[in-house]
């Protein structure tokens, strides 16, 4: 009886308009929210699931109530949707990002022995830092393992314990056989077992960061050296090793170059129609999150009004402009998925300011 009714509402007040709905058991749970550009046709679509096992089927079993409201345009459906997932964490939303199987993130974990790690979305951290999004996590991690490699960062898992040489008095000292193997062979300086400084091990982090944001070069005089050295020597196959993790970490500057160039390119604001005249919207978008939105300006005195809360926006110094924090990472992702699969969408974009321009979303 409970679902008839709930077709029946369907059937009787919904329309193919883009919007967004949720579903809540009889405790007042959330248990799902989900969006379409043709909200009607997608609510029946539950009604109809072939099979008891199917996930619409099983939803809609522990639905009480269903519920949805229609917005302006289908970007403005999924803003809204990654928003009530992120508020209400619905246990049936298993995924908040858009194509997080096409791009990554390098994350820079916290603690005491920072390291970088290849991830595929923010999931429930929120405060962390990444650089992204990326595409190819595979050659991400591969350029990340040489650049580690070069500075002697660790790669071991996120919870292993630290024990810098400087800090003996603090925690016992491991064994160092066996040791960190990464150490042992000159690839890590080896945070785990003592054999590094804390301020020595932190610099050479710093000096990573650096050059992954253009700073210098300096990881790559070492190589470049052996190099040279090898092919002095007449050791060509020792020389073309070099050369290739030259290359890959050329590539992977390279990557973050053209990163920081794509999140200011997704700077502008960003005019999207509606269903009718008042209700087109106006999107300021910076770096690949929307700042702020209202009604698409239509007077002169309202885009005076406009212009001024978009210099508001961009006075704020953003000084490292190729991170991403935590709680952005979901939007950028959407932000940028958007533009990649709509780049027609950008033919309504205007700059934040003349210098600004606009990128199409490889």
């Known amino acids: 009886m409970r679902i008839d009714q709930m ?19 009889a405790e007042g749970e959330v248990i799902y929210v989900g969006k379409s550009k043709a909200l009607r046709t997608r609510l029946l679509s539950y009604f ?34 990654l928003r009530l997932i992120k508020q209400l964490r619905p246990r049936y939303n298993v995924s908040m990002k858009r194509d997080a199987r096409y791009h990554a993130f390098v994350r820079v974990s916290r603690g005491p022995a920072p390291r970088f790690h290849v991830v595929r979305g923010a999931g429930t951290d929120e405060t962390g830092t990444y650089y ?22 660790r790669d071991c898992r996120l919870d292993m314990p630290m024990f810098y040489a400087d800090q003996p008095d603090l925690l016992p000292l491991p064994s160092r056989t066996p040791g960190c193997i990464r150490h042992e062979i000159g690839k890590c300086l080896g945070p785990c077992v003592g054999a590094v400084r804390e301020d020595d091990y932190l610099a050479r982090f710093r000096a990573a960061r650096e050059f992954l944001e253009g700073a210098h070069d300096s990881p790559l005089l070492p190589l470049r050296t052996q190099m040279e050295a090898s092919s002095d020597a007449l050791d060509f196959e020792r020389a073309a090793v070099l050369r290739d993790k030259i ?5 992977l500057r390279e990557q973050f170059a053209r990163l920081r160039f794509a999140l200011e390119s997704l700077s502008f604001v960003y005019t999207v129609p509606g269903d ?47 991170t991403v924090p935590g709680h952005e990472v979901d939007e950028v992702l959407l932000v940028a998925s958007w533009f990649r699969r709509n780049q027609e969408e950008l033919d309504r974009t205007t700059p934040l300011s003349h210098t600004g321009s606009r990128a199409r979303i490889a």
Do not use: C, H
């Open 7 to 25: 077709l029946a509402l369907v059937k009787d007040t919904a329309r193919d308009v883009p919007g967004v709905y949720r579903m809540t058991s």
């Open 48 to 81: 109809r699931a072939r099979y008891p096992k199917d996930k619409g089927a099983r939803i809609l079993r522990e639905a009480a109530t269903l519920e949805w409201e229609a917005v302006p345009s289908e970007f403005a459906a999924l803003l809204r949707e």
């Open 132 to 153: 992204g999004p990326f595409r190819g996590a595979l050659q991400l991690e591969e350029a990340l393992r040489e650049l580690n490699d070069v500075l002697g960062l």
């Open 247 to 251: 290359r890959r970490l050329e590539a």
């Open 276 to 322: 009718g005249a008042d209700d087109a919207r106006a999107y300021v978008i910076r770096r690949g999150r929307v700042r702020e939105e209202g009604p698409a300006p239509r007077t002169p005195a309202e885009r005076r009004a406009l212009a001024e809360r978009v210099s508001a926006i961009l006075s704020p110094a953003e000084p490292a402009p190729a």
